[in-house]
């Protein structure tokens, strides 16, 4: 899994940007991508390699009718890149897991029939109904980013007062930044508190002993 890191200097480089924005549109091949960009064969293949170590591309061969078999690349199956800012909030994040379906379908059934018609209908190749089916998905996303967005302002709310919260307890500034990686991180095992707040694990564990002496914490 790519780094934060890795990701930003992924997106910080103006080639792969074009690469990556090529490869989303169908697979190529590199001396397809070298000639569309105009640069050395060589240095897309060094782009390439950089983003198929991180997990970001895939390298498949196909066969042709005339020649040897052809190297393409195409953008990894089941992969999202994600950039998250707001006020209090920042994450950056490459998410690789497959998607499981049966919670998707049980809370939304329609989609469930909407991905049979389009997996199984024999009508599907018509233009006129692959463009309703197009439709149809751009108009749900465009709800669910407008839920998303409300999501994602909520959370930046909450955890702006949690920080607020926090703050006038009566509590040292040791056991404020320990109680705030408890309740806003996934991990709560002090060594990984220790290692985020780049302190020793026993200063950590002195802390959420305090807390708990307090009745902060459980």
Do not use: W
Request: proline share 3%; with cysteine; hydrophobic share 40%.
């Amino acid at each position: 899994m790519a780094t934060t890191e890795e990701i930003f200097d992924i997106l910080g480089n103006q080639t792969r940007r074009m690469i990556l924005e090529m490869l989303a549109t169908s697979p190529c091949y590199t001396t397809e991508i070298a000639e569309r960009l105009e640069i050395g064969q060589k240095a897309i293949n060094e782009h390439l390699k950089i983003m198929q170590d991180l997990g970001l591309i895939d390298l498949f061969i196909l066969k042709q009718k005339r020649g040897s078999p052809r190297k393409y690349f195409k953008i990894k199956d089941n992969i999202r890149m994600e950039l998250f800012v707001a006020p209090r909030i920042f994450d950056a994040s490459i998410k690789t897991e497959e998607i499981d379906l049966e919670p998707i379908f049980e809370r939304y059934p329609e989609y469930k029939t909407f991905y049979e018609e389009i997996k199984f209908d024999s009508d599907i190749m018509i233009i006129s109904k692959l463009k309703d089916n197009f439709d149809y998905l751009r108009n749900e996303l465009a709800e669910i980013d407008n839920a998303k967005a409300f999501i994602e302002r909520s959370i930046s709310e909450v955890k702006e007062k949690i920080l607020t919260t926090v703050e006038d307890l009566n509590l040292g500034e040791k056991e404020k930044k320990v109680l705030i990686e408890i309740v806003l991180k996934e991990s709560h095992s002090p060594k990984d508190i220790a290692s985020s707040l780049n302190v020793a694990v026993d200063e950590v564990v002195d802390s959420i002993k305090k807390l708990q002496e307090k009745g902060v914490i459980g």
